[in-house]
Nanobody
Framework: QVQLVESGGGLVQPGGSLRLSCAASGSIFSIMPLDWYRQAPGKERELVASITSAGTTNYADSVKGRFTLSRDNAKKTVYLQMNSLKPEDTAVYYC??????????WGQGTQVTVSS
């Protein structure tokens, strides 16, 4: 079993930065790939960034070069550093851990609002 708790969201001006954290419980964290998704009002949930258990990352084109995903297996935490934020980045951001035959786990989400 894995429980995920996101934090770090808030209100930021365009061009600003935020760092989201996703803290996990459970002994299997280190083998789980982790993703960040976001969902804006009236839109479908979209994949923002992914990190494998080995630390390989992938990003959506819309955030490439601005967002950086990392993980600290000792702290059972993943971090999403978001720079050069734009109003279109406004959404609820969700942490997800999924591995076939292990499970699919979601956090409760954290709101990110980019506005002047």
């Amino acid at each position: 079993q894995v429980q995920l708790v996101e934090s770090g969201g808030g209100l930021v001006q365009p061009g600003g930065s935020l760092r989201l954290s996703c803290a996990a419980s459970g002994s299997i964290f280190s083998i789980m790939p982790l993703d960040w998704y976001r969902q804006a009002p009236g839109k479908e949930r979209e994949l923002v960034a992914s990190i494998t258990s080995a630390g390989t990352t992938n990003y959506a084109d819309s955030v490439k070069g601005r967002f950086t995903l990392s993980r600290d297996n000792a702290k059972k935490t993943v971090y999403l550093q978001m720079n050069s934020l734009k109003p279109e980045d406004t959404a609820v951001y969700y942490c997800n851990a999924y591995k076939k035959y292990v499970g699919n786990y979601w956090g409760q989400g954290t709101q990110v609002t980019v506005s002047s």
